[in-house]
């Protein structure tokens, strides 16, 4: 028999139930108007923080075939996945319930549907909240719930509900193993019962090139789940780059009354291997695989956690793979199928995990377990489905002292490779603070704000390519050896691994989260929702408040940084540019080293708040959208070793080059060249190269004399790979900043450094004249603020105070104050913090946009000053950092005066700096001429 599928997605009534009072019988009149699949919190403003109590219902008119096979035939109600607990009535019969929130059931309706009539379907949801005590039956600390403790509860049908009658002896699910070696693939009939004598499958495998051939196989008649062979000659491999799927049917068939099948079911499936090696690489049917990821949380514009259509999945995964993209790490949530269906099309590896719990109770470990081998079972045949991870960082479990919970993961890893050997298993996905214990992949979560912090993203990866001890749990022994740990937490001496600790070694080595903030186009989000979007009003309550996007045009404005920055979209554009090069540095990092074989950035797209987004939340791509490719590419052309990017013009600049190699591309005597795209004739170019599979070759030097240049220029060191036949492979750049020789400082400009002779003498082999005398200063340059060079101010002093160290300020200056960013948001390592510019009045000589880039590496502050107003900022405010969206803000240069003087503050650490650096001279010579011609255009006192 043929079986027929009533679609029972659209419009539901929906039924909030805070008091928990209602029941079927007592539903009354019409409910809400739903859309069904979606969760509520996404369709109703009042209900977006809703947890609790909730009901569906649906009336339709039952099919007239409705039991027409009699007893041979069974009506059949399917719910994609509902959030979290459901109980499920038709016509008034309880058919059955499901507790899980991600996870697909069926009931049985066949006794309680009426034939060519109508119908009502009643469900009764229940999606638990932090107020345990009205729903303790299911306490959410202990149940797998993913990122809802982040972004806000997800509750109600978010998947696909259908009607369906099947024969009585249906097929379930065909579940398809391939082993490429074999040439054939296993086939697990999963039938609704033991099939009995005279029945027989007959399989239609359809080929990548549209080939159909016929299997007959005969089934056991006891056994309601055989595991048949099926040949699959020459197969045509599933991979990223040609993501081949087969075709396969099955037909239940009676012998010899095979005048029709007794059911028919079909699935897709690819022919593909993912492994490890002994010398620590991924393998993608045998082939070296490098990873090239970002994390993809899933979340969507309208119904948060339903996807959008088929054609928006396709469109979003070309984006991925249009930045060069071959995986994403679905995390910590179990997504709709038709994810993984789109990821299958689109050749995208997928890394999933299962959702997480806070509380490791008994109860959580049976609802973990059911959740996690579930996940598995229903998502078998997705060949884009590489990883599978237990338990990201620390989020519900503790690995470093808990070894009943490090027990448990490692059983946990046990029990699931014994489900499915053929995809990879992450035990623990950690973080600073937890560890692996036993793992498939050696991968590890950091995150730096750059530039600020690039020399310590540098060393921890340098430390992390060594295999080093603190990424496996270790012996704990007490606190004192803990807060040793924390203390210097990337020292890599060798630590006493805990008893349950399984490495081989061998692990394939991958930085599986690092990233930056790119704040979105406010405008564009504003155009996408039809006004500021509902999700600006959350996040409050995380970092601080500094994730909280409400307001950001006021604050843009309060702060006047419409002086650096035109407009907010603006501001957004050099935002993404910051994120960019963050990226673009971290990650020519992490290929410098081979024993590295992959990363996963974070994110794909931005999440609510959250913008470290590749694409923000309505998948508009950012500013870099058409150049990122070019650093996640299989080969990568890398500047090494670089100290700086800013140059003075007649330096000599040397710029190493390497590349790192993982493509199936013959790349034996291939070329690279490069040039400077502000002077054309400066170029030059490396032949024969012959580079090493999965290896970093040395390329060489490019090396020129900058060019001379009347004002100060940001250059692109334009790199290009190309093949022994010319043909373009990849390219790269670097970018640099060249500065024209400044004058002699004018003799004029007295200046006094007390106290500081080495100051002193850096300033003087700038030019400038240096006095002892303080009343023979036009300036005295300081690096502590004492009561005494207060009172200098206060009687008509001006005072250039260099407050690179917290404890430089020994005076009281009324509201003002210096403030270290270590442990503060200032910090800017989560949530990104971002530096900025105001050149209208000085620093106009730097030529970066406004924004604090890698110009500045090695001179951004370590300390900021507080205490200022909004007011301060229209005029006196020169230099300022702001975090998140738009918070914390504070000043890094400013000014003011103090009742006759003028003092001026920066926290920039410019004074080991000055004369070699650009940056760092042009930013203390305009310091300088500001606060000189501030004191010449000063009245002169009465004689």
Request: charged letters at 25%; aromatic letters at 10%.
């Amino acid at each position: 028999m043929r079986r027929r599928r009533v679609d029972l997605d659209g419009e539901w009534e929906f039924f909030p139930d805070p008091e928990q009072r209602l029941a079927p019988d007592s539903l009354g009149g019409a409910g809400r108007p739903i859309r069904v699949p979606g969760p509520w919190q996404a369709q109703f403003e009042d209900l977006r923080d809703y947890s609790g109590m909730a009901w569906y219902r649906r009336t339709f008119r039952g099919p007239e075939d409705a039991g027409d096979g009699g007893a041979n035939s069974v009506e059949v109600l399917h719910f994609g996945a509902v959030d979290y607990h459901a109980i499920v009535w038709v016509n008034d019969v309880r058919v059955g319930e499901h507790e899980g929130g991600y996870l697909p059931f069926e009931l049985d309706v066949t006794a309680a549907l009426r034939r060519d009539a109508p119908n009502t379907l009643i469900v009764r949801v229940v999606d638990p909240g932090d107020d345990e005590d009205s729903l303790p039956e299911f306490p959410f600390a202990e149940i797998p719930h993913g990122k809802q403790s982040w972004y806000g509860p997800v509750g109600g049908i978010w998947q696909s509900v259908w009607l369906e009658r099947r024969p009585v002896l249906h097929i379930r699910r065909l579940r398809v193993t391939p082993e490429v070696p074999e040439e054939r693939a296993r086939v697990r009939v999963c039938l609704s019962a033991p099939p009995g004598p005279g029945c027989e499958i007959r399989f239609t495998l359809t080929d990548p090139a549209g080939r159909s051939h016929e299997h007959r196989v005969p089934l056991p008649p006891d056994d309601a789940t055989p595991e048949l062979t099926l040949p699959v000659p020459g197969p045509l491999l599933w991979d990223t780059v040609s993501p081949n799927l087969y075709e396969l049917e099955g037909a239940l068939h009676a012998v010899p009354d095979d005048t029709e099948a007794i059911d028919r079911q079909a699935t897709r499936f690819g022919m593909r291997t993912i492994a490890t090696s002994p010398s620590g690489h991924l393998l993608l049917n045998g082939r070296i695989l490098y990873l090239r990821g970002a994390l993809d949380q899933d979340y969507y514009p309208d119904l948060v956690y339903t996807p959008f259509s088929d054609a928006e999945l396709d469109a979003q995964f070309a984006q991925a793979k249009h930045m060069g993209l071959n995986c994403l790490r679905t995390h910590i949530k179990i997504t709709d199928p038709r994810y993984y269906d789109a990821a299958d099309r689109a050749g995208l590896l997928i890394w999933t995990e299962l959702p997480n719990w806070q509380e490791l109770t008994e109860a959580a470990k049976r609802r973990a377990r059911d959740t996690l081998f579930g996940m598995v079972e229903r998502d078998w045949n997705h060949p884009s489905i590489v990883i599978w991870t237990i338990v990201n960082e620390n989020w519900g479990v503790d690995l470093a002292v808990n070894a009943g919970h490090r027990a448990w993961l490692a059983q946990t890893y046990s029990e699931l490779k014994a489900l499915d050997p053929y995809r990879l298993v992450v035990g623990n996905s950690p973080c600073f603070t937890n560890f692996h214990v036993v793992t498939d992949i050696e991968d590890f979560h950091n995150y730096y704000a750059m530039p600020d912090h690039y020399r310590m993203w540098k060393d921890w990866v340098r430390t992390f390519a060594s295999r080093p001890p603190w990424t496996f749990a270790h012996a704990y022994d007490g606190i004192e050896s803990w807060r040793e740990y924390i203390r210097d937490p990337w020292n890599p001496l060798p630590r006493q691994p805990a008893p349950e600790v399984r490495r081989k070694g061998s692990e394939p080595m991958v930085v599986s989260e690092f990233g930056n903030w790119g704040l979105p186009d406010v405008g564009r989000l504003r155009a996408c929702y039809g006004g500021e979007p509902w999700w600006f009003e959350t996040g409050i309550e995380w970092g601080d408040g500094v994730v909280y996007p409400h307001g950001i045009e006021q604050r843009f404005k309060a702060f006047h940084l419409d002086k650096v920055f035109p407009t907010l979209a603006d501001l957004s554009a050099a935002s993404q540019r910051m994120q960019f090069t963050a990226l673009k540095y971290q990650i020519e990092q992490i290929r410098r080293y081979p024993a590295i074989v992959g990363y996963v950035i974070t994110e794909f797209t931005d999440v609510h708040w959250e913008s470290n987004g590749l694409l923000d939340m309505c998948r508009n791509p950012k500013s870099y959208f058409d150049v990122i490719g070019q650093v996640n590419s299989a080969d990568a052309l890398i500047p090494t070793d670089w100290e700086r990017i800013a140059f003075w013009e007649g330096e000599r600049c040397e710029v190493r080059l390497a590349l790192s190699h993982f493509s199936s591309l013959d790349l034996r005597d291939c070329r690279v060249e490069w040039s400077l795209d502000s002077a054309p004739g400066v170029s030059g170019s490396f032949g024969g190269v012959l580079p090493q599979r999965a290896q970093l070759t040395g390329i060489g030097t490019a090396v020129f004399e900058v060019p001379r240049v009347t004002e100060a220029v940001r250059a692109r060191l334009e790199m290009r790979l190309l093949t022994a036949a010319g043909e373009l492979v990849t390219r790269n750049h670097h970018e640099l900043y060249f500065f024209p020789r400044l004058e002699t400082a004018e003799a004029a400009t007295r200046l006094a450094t007390p106290g500081l002779p080495r100051l002193g003498a850096r300033l003087a082999a700038m030019g400038y004249e240096m006095v002892d005398d303080l009343e023979a200063a036009e300036l005295v340059v300081v690096e502590a603020m004492t009561d005494e060079l207060r009172a200098y101010v206060q009687h008509g002093g001006r005072v250039l105070w260099l407050a690179e160290d917290p404890e430089s300020q020994q005076a009281h200056l009324g509201p003002i104050s210096i403030a270290q960013r270590q442990g503060r948001s200032w910090q800017g390592d989560w949530a990104s913090s971002m530096s900025w510019l105001r050149q209208d009045k000085i620093f106009g000589g730097i030529p970066s946009g406004g924004t604090v880039d890698f110009a500045f590496a090695d001179l951004t502050p370590e300390t900021v000053i507080v205490g200022l107003s909004p007011r301060d900022y229209a005029a006196n405010v020169h230099s300022g950092l702001f975090v998140g969206w738009v918070h914390h803000i504070v000043a890094l240069v400013a000014e003011r005066p103090i009742d006759r003087g003028r003092l001026m503050i920066c926290t920039y650490r410019l004074r080991e700096h000055l004369g070699t650096h650009p940056v760092a001279t042009i930013m203390m010579r305009d310091m300088i001429a500001r606060m000189a011609r501030a004191r010449a255009a000063e009245p002169a006192a009465p004689a």
